[in-house]
């Protein structure tokens, strides 16, 4: 079946650290893919997703790269803030329509000033 | 502009008892998905609507139902709640299909005794 699977956390860095968190997805077909992030005590919100392989979804100073040939979707930040301290989360769907969102079992980010 | 709106934020149940959680959006959306949020499982898919009056299983339904009524509301219901179903519970709804972009509430902390 469809999976995800994302490097275990916590990723502990300082203020200003360039970031890296990978992803790797396992599917059927062309999937979607999406990073989602959780702020303390608060629900998932999407970051950026891309739709097709070389496609680069970004925002809020994240990027990430639908990488096809290696099966990757590994999400950047050139330089990460105390804000940014949150969960991360990649996830896939096959089909946009009826097939449910696919989640990686996400990774901490701490930010230390 | 609401969003998705689950309440309670909390609540601790003992072993046996039955409750229902609630979930409710304002922006018509026809998907709506419940999840779960265990420490190192990531979210896992309890059950999910396509629509009023069409709801299915999704990976991990056992012991709870759901019924979709209205678009707006999708509850929730423990028939009778284990320790295993301590957890932090996540409805969300999509605009355009399961596999887009979810928009979730903010969970509801959920300790069964």
């Known amino acids: 079946g469809d999976s995800v699977t994302q490097m275990e956390g916590p990723v502990t860095l300082s203020e200003e650290a360039f970031l890296t968190i990978n992803c790797t997805y396992t599917?059927?077909?062309?999937?979607?893919l999406f990073w989602y992030v959780q702020y303390p005590g608060e629900g998932l919100q999407l970051l950026l997703k891309?739709?097709?392989?070389?496609d680069k979804g970004s925002n809020k100073g994240f990027e990430a790269t639908y990488r096809k040939e290696t099966t990757s979707f590994h999400l950047e930040k050139g330089s990460v803030q105390v804000s940014d301290s949150a969960v991360y989360f990649c996830a896939l769907s096959v089909d946009s329509g009826y097939s449910t969102l696919t989640f990686g079992k996400g990774t901490m980010l701490l930010v230390s000033p | 502009n609401a969003g998705v709106t689950q309440t309670p934020k909390f609540q601790v149940l003992k072993t046996g008892q039955s409750m229902t959680l609630q979930c409710a959006q304002d922006m018509n959306h026809e998907y709506m998905s419940w999840y779960r949020q265990d420490p190192g499982m990531g979210l896992r898919l309890i059950h999910y609507?396509?629509?009023?009056?069409?709801?299915d299983q999704g990976e991990v339904p056992n012991g709870y139902n759901v019924s979709r009524s209205t678009t707006e509301d999708f509850p929730l219901r423990l028939l009778s709640a284990a320790p295993s179903q301590t957890s932090v519970y996540f409805c969300a709804s999509n605009p355009q299909g399961l596999g887009t972009e979810a928009f979730f509430g903010q969970g509801t902390r959920l300790t069964v005794v």
């Open positions: 609507s396509v629509g009023a009056g069409i709801t």
């Open positions: 599917a059927t077909g062309y999937p979607s």
């Open positions: 891309a739709t097709k392989a070389d």
